[in-house]
């Protein structure tokens, strides 16, 4: 791992510091694991742009998905 310093304001620091204490974590666990939820919740929301981007540009035609329909029926 590489060691990053980083500058908040005190409430912020107070605020993780209250975090931390309660689940029992350190600093630097919290914050890799909220700067990795953070980036992958970016990730996420860059893909569904692209998948709504990819529709707008070449929208489902009637008809396109009806040979899986079949597929999603339960039986008995």
Do not use: C
């Not at 590489?2 to 630097?28: G, P």
């Not at 914050?31 to 990730?43: F, H, S, T, V, Y």
């Not at 009637?62 to 040979?67: K, N, T």
């Amino acid at each position: 791992m590489k060691t990053v310093q980083m500058t908040f304001n005190e409430d912020l620091v107070a605020e993780i510091d209250r975090i931390v204490k309660k689940l029992a974590t350190t600093r630097s666990a919290f914050a890799r694991r909220a700067l990795q939820a953070a980036i992958d919740k970016l990730n996420e929301e860059e893909m569904e742009r692209k998948h709504r981007e990819g529709y707008a540009r070449d929208p489902v035609k009637p008809g396109e998905f009806s040979d899986w329909e079949s597929e999603h029926v339960w039986g008995d």
